[in-house]
């Protein structure tokens, strides 16, 4: 967008939101200070975060948003000059100049966009809890089942493995060997004890929830090849940051689903991402429509511990911001870390609605010259009460502005828009093929067949493949993934990230053999090993 008026054009330094007696700016240097936008349906908050999104990105900064609806696609496609955006550009002091911006979709589902994976251990046990909604007992005996899986060398990879295991600590009494022959799953069972009572309607509840994650499409996140987070932090070749959409759509037919997969990949940017400090401007900003289904239910531990996420993860130049109804849906300890934000408007026609508004206005700093209340409920289609940060850190005094126009298209794209910009996309290819490497229920299964160790006379897991099989065996002995162990080693970690690097680069069948011979039983790579301690550490309840 060109701006007629070059004193109010978006700087290095700042990004222009709109107008009110005075241009309203977000400054860059304290976007990962975090944001708040918040509004009822249908008074304008995709179009306020399509605004900050496109100035973001203009300025290099890579953002990541969930899109619910399909509207915010279309900043992947050139804008139009229809009548009100003209009008609001004017009524600003702008001439609108149209403009688009790289995209990349993705998509849990792999339908809309670049399938979106990640390993079940990589999740975690306290993450998939929540995701399933288990109760304490429930939980305890999931993380049973991964310390389990830790100490016997048990890959967690996708929904059969975990499966598999759950089936592998349910006691197992009733069935005693014949013929003199030993449970090849004895030792798990009495491990899994170890830890405290596992019982099988305990286990059975669990294998439930599964299956209605499963039948919700969940089972499809959870595999390989998993995301990498460095391909959301990508600029485009004219130095602008690459906007990133997750289709959710569907993925918000289960919201919980949706949630704990949005607060994971937030967790594994807190772990991967160095510590940066205070930077020009942020690394990457992180849009969270829907915010409050974040909250609904969650424990406090838990929320004390999405706040200190929040917190902390201001140093690692993330900058977040929610987006949802009203400030009160938003715990107040988290609510204090976000520093810039937007008020649409709010209607209070009943004594709740109107109590509603009133703790709205009392979240900004004052403006004598307004009765935030009052403009709250009086606000139209498009304009917004602001109050961003200023040099200092300080929340400047609430304003009420006229947002501008976005640059790019308001509203959803096309299927064969959106099927060019897939194929165009520079990580085509990279997720789209699912990996069925060999992980806990393969090894599980050598175990009761028999076959892990007289498959080669009793030196080890068997490699077979051919070539690939003896690589996979050459791998096993140097790095020691042959053995029974705890957490994985250095060298382990290393050899994963070996071969997720081949797999990058073979395409069809050779690809899922790699990733089968070489990669299958040696654990996640180095960085995301460490999260799911870490995360265990951040999330743990009690």
Known sequence: MAISDNTMADTAEKILIGKGEEPAWLTLALGNHHGLVTGATGTGKTVSLQVMAEGFARAGVPVFAADIKGDLSGISEVGEGKDFILKRAADIGLSFEPDQFSTIFWDVFGEQGHPVRATVTEMGPLLLARMLDLNDVQEGVLNVAFRVADDNGLTLIDMKDLRALLDAIVPDASKKPADGKVDPLAPIRKAAQGFGNVTRATVGTIQRQLLVLENQGGEKFFGEPALALKDFMRTDRDGRGMVNILVADKLMQSPRLYATFLLWMLSELFEELPEVGDPPKPKLVFFFDEAHLLFNDAPKPLLDKIEQVVRLIRSKGVGVYLVTQNPIDVPDRVLGQLGNRMQHALRAY??????????????????????????????????????????????????????????????????????????????????DTAIDAESAYEMLQKRIAGTAASANGGQGPASGGGMLGQIGAIAASIFGTNVTHGRLSTGQLIARNIARSLTDKVVGGAAADVGRSVGGSLGGSIGRSIVRGTLGGLLRRG
């Open 350 to 431: 009943t004594p709740r609605d109107q109590k509603a508004v009133a703790a709205a206005a009392q979240t900004f700093r004052p403006n004598p010259k307004l009765d935030t209340a009052k403009v709250i409920s009086e606000l139209g289609k498009g304009e917004a009460l602001v109050s961003f940060l200023e040099g200092n850190g300080v929340p400047a005094v609430v304003e009420r502005i006229l947002v501008r126009p976005p640059s790019a298209r308001i509203g959803p794209i096309t299927p064969e828009e959106r099927k060019a910009i897939i194929d165009a996309s520079p990580v085509k290819g990279k997720y």
